[in-house]
């Protein structure tokens, strides 16, 4: 590989991203826009939820339980209602998305340990229920009259508000968000950038061009797809800077683990980018196949639903995608304060795909009209 | 195949099918050094398939190629130090300056780095883009585009330039413009390969090939073959020709008659030529029985008679085959 023409391909491709202000501009908007949505629209989902209350039992413990479930700040007493009847219809009319519900024997049922509240959820929107599922963990044990039937760290607790519960202790999903958000940024922009590269030149004449010159193939590809790998790398800064100071959340493990991950990962995406650019026959299909590895990866990777409860047919899929490895990486080193080193068979996965991709991506370039 | 220093293009049956359409058909091919050589053909003729086969873009389906001593397409990856290919659709990037396209050619086609920025600079001045230099290609004119497109395509000096109809889209002076640059650049030492269907600038190339529906129907230079068709090209002046053009071309002696203004021309078959007077007397009749003022007399053969006379022939035999 020739260094002066490999650094010309680089330039040339700098100089043509400097003008092109909608990528420039995607460059730092989709890391920004997507942070604070997913970040601030997931935490607002959990607090503040419209709710009705019906205590009929009107005792100093049931009140009690009331006031610690406002105190959570997860709903607020917008609706006055008396039966639970009435509660019902403010939630079918959607006044209120969350009911909670004291029976009239309240200080009986907690006496003999059985399920003391109700809470009525709009099950039609996934996070309420999630919020309700949290608003059932309001323990019941700092109620006024000490309840000496069942001792505070008896497990039947957990049954005794009629909810599934659990378990997150700081209720804060933006602390697994902002990781994971790092890789699925990257994998939507660093393999929105690349797959349209060569395809675009294709259509645009001026590859005809370019394999008339001495450059090689792999000159042409990996110079076209180095630039991206600072791009990749600045995004994942801006994100980590978001993630600190608007979420608070911790780096546990080294920074420096944290870029070499996310180095692996843009590698990785870059050279499937670029093997889709040289399969496309035009721009457009380019981003059709662009879509078809995005959104298992969003959907399988673990980022959205627990990677443990999915089938073992998606699980096996989910191995394949570089953003599954990237989020156990990125979760172990943030979170954990895990060491790479620790976590091997990731690494090894990542970089096995990234080799892979670019071996595919250079031998199905031609330097041939047919 | 020999060694022959003075061609520096040398084909042999070159043929390539796209499926069950034969694009080019078994062209034999040699091109001589130094000079300008045009490829003059209708579009769909075959000579865009044939140039990117001569530099190794296309592989060919059977024939043998050499260029500058190399063996083509085997040996294609070293012919492109040495040759400058201008594509028929503008292939320099939009989206840099003058300057950024050049310097990126100079650079992938090794222009060493300490003679770049001077090679440049005479660039520059030579293909008159001194004020345009930090202008976006994307924004020149077609001439511009195409003195843009030359320009980069020799920033190497390169021996031997493949231009495919690289003027198919620009006004008649820069046309004269970039011709001008062409020889400047023949007279200089180097061999062009140049496509064209306008036909005074076939008239102006050094030698000419043919090509009609892949096939490579003459191959001569533009005065050798206007020279053939002597005695075979006339000009009929009449007040309203539309009719004895009509009437000219049911003879079997007359391959074509086209209007020009207020007259005719005429080109005969090759074999009415070998017999020219009893030929031209009936010709004459004809013409005169219609408009009796009409007068019939010879004139010099161009090089669109030659495309005429030589296109015709195919026709005619694929007419025959079929």
């Known amino acids: ?370 | 195949m020999s060694a022959d220093t003075d061609t520096v293009i040398r084909a042999r049956g070159l043929t390539r099918r796209f499926g069950d359409l034969v694009a080019v058909d078994r062209v034999d091919l040699d091109v001589p050094a130094q000079r300008v050589y045009g490829f003059l053909g209708p579009n769909g003729s075959g000579k865009s398939t044939t140039i990117r086969m001569l530099c190794g873009l296309l592989t060919p389906s059977a024939g043998e190629i050499e260029v500058l001593g190399l063996r083509i397409p085997s040996r294609a990856e070293e012919l492109r130090r040495h040759i400058g290919y201008m594509t028929q659709k503008f292939s320099l990037f939009d989206d840099l300056t003058v300057r950024e396209n050049l310097e990126f050619m100079a650079a992938v086609q090794d222009v060493p780095r300490a003679r770049m920025r001077a090679r440049i600079d005479t660039l520059v001045e030579e293909y008159r883009f001194g004020a345009m230099q930090r202008q976006l290609a994307g924004t020149l004119s077609g001439g511009q585009k195409q003195r843009l497109a030359l320009a980069a395509a020799v920033v190497h000096e390169p021996q031997l330039l493949f231009l495919d109809e690289p003027t198919s889209a620009v006004d008649p002076e820069s046309r004269r413009d970039f011709w001008e640059k062409l020889f400047e650049l023949a007279d200089a030492g180097a061999t062009l390969l140049v496509s064209t269907h306008y036909m005074d600038e076939a008239e102006r190339c050094h030698r000419l090939a043919i090509l009609d529906h892949g096939r490579l129907v003459a191959d001569d230079t533009p005065q050798a073959l206007t020279a053939r068709l002597a005695g075979r090209t006339y000009r009929v002046h009449a007040s309203r020709p539309g009719r004895i053009q009509q009437a000219l071309s049911q003879q079997d002696a007359v391959l074509s008659a086209a209007q020009i203004g207020a007259s005719l021309r005429v080109l005969l078959v090759e074999a009415a030529a070998q017999s020219a007077g009893e030929t031209l007397e009936v010709l004459a009749g004809v013409v005169r029985d219609i408009d009796a003022e009409a007068c019939f007399e010879a004139t010099e053969p161009n090089l669109e008679d030659v495309f005429v006379a030589v296109t015709h022939g195919g026709r005619a035999r694929r007419e025959q085959a079929a």
């Open chain 1, 1 to 370: 590989m020739n260094m002066r023409r490999l650094l010309a391909v680089m330039r040339k491709e700098l100089q043509q991203l400097r003008r092109d202000r909608v990528t420039l501009a995607m460059i730092l908007g989709i890391p920004i826009v997507q942070l604070v949505l997913f970040g601030y629209a997931i935490n607002l989902n959990l607090r503040n939820l419209d709710a009705g209350i019906v205590d009929q039992s009107g005792t100093q413990a049931s009140r009690a339980l009331v006031m610690d479930m406002l105190a959570t700040g997860i709903v607020r007493a917008s609706e006055r209602a008396h039966t639970p009847r009435q509660l019902m219809q403010a939630l079918q009319a959607g006044r209120i998305s969350v009911g909670i519900v004291i029976p009239r024997d309240f200080e009986r049922r907690r006496a003999e340990g059985r399920a003391v509240a109700q809470i009525l959820v709009d099950g039609s929107d996934t996070a309420v229920q999630f919020a309700a599922a949290q608003l059932a963990q309001t323990p019941i044990a700092n109620s006024a009259l000490p309840d000496t039937r069942a001792p505070p760290d008896s497990t039947p607790r957990q049954g005794r508000i009629r909810v599934v519960a659990f378990y997150n202790p700081e209720r804060r999903s933006a602390i697994n968000i902002v990781p994971g958000l790092i890789g699925v940024i990257l994998t939507m922009t660093m393999v929105l950038f690349t797959a349209v590269s060569v395809v675009r030149e294709r259509e645009r004449g001026n590859m005809e061009l370019l394999i008339a010159t001495p450059l090689s193939r792999s000159e042409l590809l990996v110079g076209k797809v180095l630039p991206y790998v600072g791009i990749g790398l600045l995004q994942t800064t801006v994100i980590l800077l978001l993630g600190v100071v608007l979420f608070a959340v911790p780096v546990h493990g080294l920074l420096v683990d944290v870029y070499l991950a996310a180095g692996l990962l843009i590698v990785a995406n870059l050279a499937l980018g670029l093997l889709i650019s040289t399969r496309a026959t035009s721009q457009f299909q380019a981003m059709q196949m662009m879509i078809f590895v995005f959104l298992p990866s969003i959907l399988l990777s673990g980022f959205m639903f627990p990677f443990a409860g999915m089938p073992i047919a998606a699980q096996w899929i989910a191995e394949v995608l570089p953003l599954t490895h990237f989020l156990r990486l990125i979760r172990g080193v943030m979170l954990r304060g895990a060491g790479l080193s620790q976590m091997w068979p990731d690494v090894l996965a990542l970089a096995a795909f990234s080799v892979l991709m670019l071996v595919l991506a250079i031998s199905q370039f031609r330097k041939r009209l047919d």
